[in-house]
Nanobody
Framework: VQLQASGGGLVQAGGSLRLSCAASRSIRSIPFMSWYRQSPGKERELVAIISNLGSKNYVDSVKGRFSISRDNAKNTVYLQMNTLKPEDTAVYFC?????????WGQGTEVTVSS
């Protein structure tokens, strides 16, 4: 599945952004959709994941601030990011994991200024 991420940008600390990940086909049957991020010099890390049954998990650093959701009718996954911090600055990637395959979007850049 092809994934197109969007919604990144420059925001001040404390602000909000909503990232979108549009898929080229139905995501209804895709078991896991997730958001990762990668900062310069750091490894890519899993930020949030949502199953096709609606269960969600988050990395500790974003719990209570970020929320992942999926709209199967629109073939889109969202990441609502609130109370952003400078350390959230990164390129954010969406990922689809199914049947042993893993597809990535191109990434959208988020910059949080202090």
């Amino acid at each position: 599945v092809q994934l197109q991420a969007s919604g990144g940008g420059l925001v001040q600390a404390g602000g909000s952004l909503r990232l979108s990940c549009a898929a080229s086909r139905s995501i209804r049957s895709i078991p896991f959709m997730s958001w990762y991020r990668q900062s310069p010099g750091k490894e890519r890390e899993l930020v949030a994941i949502i199953s096709n049954l609606g269960s969600k998990n988050y990395v500790d650093s974003v719990k209570g601030r970020f929320s992942i959701s999926r709209d199967n009718a629109k073939n889109t996954v969202y990441l609502q990011m609130n109370t952003l911090k400078p350390e959230d600055t990164a390129v954010y990637f969406c990922n689809a994991r199914y049947n042993g395959d893993s597809d990535w979007g191109q990434g959208t850049e988020v910059t949080v200024s202090s």
